[in-house]
């Protein structure tokens, strides 16, 4: 299985598509040809989607959820990233790594940001900015870091914490 762990500002809304919602008054609206570039990767590798972005948070995850199939994601999003203490993304992408790495037998996976606080995890970082979102060749970045088998093993070294005998039960919180 292949993963994207997706922030949203700054891939999918760009100061572009920001410009555009305020003179139409919609919130939220995603620049299409960052969807497209999106689909391209998540249709070329079957990647589906763990949202990382601090849209996560927001209190109606449903409405979230189908605010992307609405801006016209075709990808499937399986989940969001958690909190963690220090804030640092890299550090909430390990711990939810950890908490499904033994359920989902994750083949390789890639975060798109446009922020770098990925600490352990920047090889797996392709970072696009507010400028032009993602762009063709951030997805061709992301393509061969998906294409490069990921041992499962390293993630095991690098998360620290990791409770094998852990339930794999999906507790939704
Ligand atoms: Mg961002």
Redesign the pocket.
Known sequence: MNLIFL?????LVTHHSMSRMMKSNRLHRFQKSCVQELNRLTQKTGALIVVS?TWRLDSDWVGTLQHFRSEGVVGDVIGRTGRSEDRIRGHEIQDWLDEHAKELLIDSFVIL???SDMDHLSKHLVQTSLDGGLRRYHTDSALQILNRRWAAKSLVVAGEGIEPSRPSRATGA
């Open positions: 922030d949203i500002d700054g891939v972005s940001d446009d922020d």
